[in-house]
């Protein structure tokens, strides 16, 4: 690790992908970019100075700056992380920067999460189903403390397809849940307002596509920057899928 807080500022090299799918000109190529480091600088910070300094056309995404919103996720280093909650005192004085894989490029370092997210919660119906009408008048539903909170762990995803772009499995099929695919399915396999029933579940989860698609090495566990308990979600899963009894 090396601090960024001693007098004499490291000087950083950035070597950034650019590439503007829009413009039959443009190739991609890598462009590398010089800045003195300053005391806790971040990626988002680093990548603003270079922005407003050096190139205005290079394109990244931002909104909350504080790991929220999850529109920040790049390959820093070969590794998909958040950039606004990266540190540059945590790299080295070159640090490599892509866009995440498996996701449709927009430009540079900026991809469309969104569009692969809306594709997968529609082909998962990633959605509570139930017949019951809505009563807004009817009192709050109750739900067992450890339930609640195993549902709040799920939820607490900013789908930044971070998991995504680790997985081997989703960057080579694209109709692959992905763990954070596997991840929203459990979410509604385990609330008990949903009324699907297990042959329901059986055929969205329990496919090539679902949980039996993926080859369980964890890679998706290993760098989801809100530490969700992925390994024992698709554990859940296949628990539950191999001991579904069919009608
Ligand atoms: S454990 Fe499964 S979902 Fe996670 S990265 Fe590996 S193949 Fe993908
Ligand atoms: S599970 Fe983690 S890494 Fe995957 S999209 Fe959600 S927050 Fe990001
Ligand atoms: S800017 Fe929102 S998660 Fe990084």
Request: proline share 6%; glycine share 6%; charged share 25%.
């Amino acid at each position: 690790m090396n601090k960024a807080r001693g007098k004499t500022p490291r000087r950083l090299t950035f070597q950034v992908f650019r590439y503007n799918p829009q413009d039959p000109e443009s190739n991609p190529r890598m462009q590398s970019f010089e800045l003195d480091e300053a005391p806790y600088m971040t990626l988002y910070i680093a990548l603003n100075q270079i922005r407003e300094t050096l190139d205005p056309s290079l394109q990244f995404d931002f909104a909350c700056r504080s790991a929220v919103c999850g529109s920040c996720g790049m390959m820093v280093n070969g590794r998909p992380t958040l950039a606004c909650r990266t540190l540059t005192s945590d790299l080295s004085d070159e640090i490599r920067l892509h866009p995440l894989p498996v996701f449709e490029l927009i430009g540079d370092l900026s991809v469309d999460t969104g569009k692969w997210f809306r594709q997968m919660v529609e082909r998962t119906e990633g959605w509570i189903h139930t017949q019951r009408d809505f009563d807004p008048a009817a009192p709050e539903q109750r739900m067992d403390d450890d339930l609640a909170q195993a549902i709040y762990e799920s939820d607490r995803c900013i789908e930044c397809g971070c998991c995504v772009a680790s997985c081997g499995v989703a960057n080579l099929d694209q109709d692959f849940a992905g763990p954070a695919g596997l991840n929203r399915l459990a979410r509604f396999m385990m609330d008990p307002r949903d009324e699907r029933t297990d042959s329901d579940w059986f055929e969205v989860v329990s496919t090539e596509d679902g949980v039996f698609g993926c080859l369980g090495l964890m890679a998706c566990h290993d760098v989801c920057p809100k530490d969700l308990p992925l390994l024992e979600i698709h554990a859940y899963l296949r628990r539950k899928m191999l001991t579904t009894k069919l009608a």
